[in-house]
């Protein structure tokens, strides 16, 4: 589902209520069934980790390699250096990025940071992806390849919440379109995707 609005209409409000980085003053936010407005503090970190969370400025880990930065992902959530070792390369390949495996992000074009910052946010398998313009900080052509790939996972059956200012990309997709406006929703207009199967 694409997020759209003008500056300051609370689209990034939006996402940190639902990543429960902001509380909200009234009402309920329900994620995955959790009631986050009754979520403990220190149950925040383990919420957070069921979802892939991808950055505008794709805070990439500078001093590690491409591998190591995917591979961090896996070693918060406690997972064996064995099924480190398996999934990242299965990952990398998935965001064609297998060939930059040893590189560090100062080696990397603006696209294929932002392709590490996809990897990282899919290698535990969450539920929901949330990105805030995940494409602001590269050019049209690659904006393009990276909600390509998004769109790939979400046919895998991953919900993906992306907030954007590229008209081009909301067209091309035929998503879920929610608008914003002033904090509140203007418009909400269904998905012309064919429904997957599985
Ligand atoms: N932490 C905050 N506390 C109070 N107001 C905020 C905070 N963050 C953003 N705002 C205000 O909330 C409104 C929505 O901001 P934001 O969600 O960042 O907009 P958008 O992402 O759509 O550009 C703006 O008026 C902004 O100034
Ligand atoms: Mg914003």
């Not at 149950?43 to 880990?61: A, C, E, K, N």
């Not at 990105?131 to 049209?140: K, S």
């Amino acid at each position: 589902m694409f997020i759209v609005g003008s500056s300051g209409a609370g689209k990034s409000t939006f996402l940190k209520l639902i990543m429960c980085e902001e509380k909200p003053n009234e009402g309920e936010i329900i994620v995955n069934n959790l009631r986050l407005t009754e979520l403990k503090r220190h149950d925040v970190p383990y919420f957070r980790r069921t979802m892939g969370i991808v950055f505008q400025d794709f805070r990439l880990i500078d001093n590690m390699t491409v591998f190591e930065n995917v591979a961090f992902a896996m070693h918060v959530v406690g997972a064996s250096t064995k099924d480190i070792r398996k999934r990242v390369p299965y990952i990398l390949g998935l965001v064609n990025l297998q060939d930059k495996e040893k590189c560090r992000p100062n080696e990397l074009s603006g696209g294929e940071q932002q392709r590490v910052g996809l990897a990282r946010a899919l290698v535990n398998n969450p539920k929901l992806i949330i990105a805030d313009e995940p494409t602001g900080n590269v050019d049209p052509a690659l904006s393009f390849e990276i909600v390509d790939l998004l769109s790939e996972i979400n046919r895998r059956g991953t919900t993906i919440l992306m907030v954007t200012h590229e008209h081009s990309l909301v067209q091309h997709f035929h998503r879920r379109v929610v608008e914003i406006h002033d904090g509140a929703i203007v418009a909400d207009t269904a998905s012309r995707e064919a429904p997957h199967e599985d």
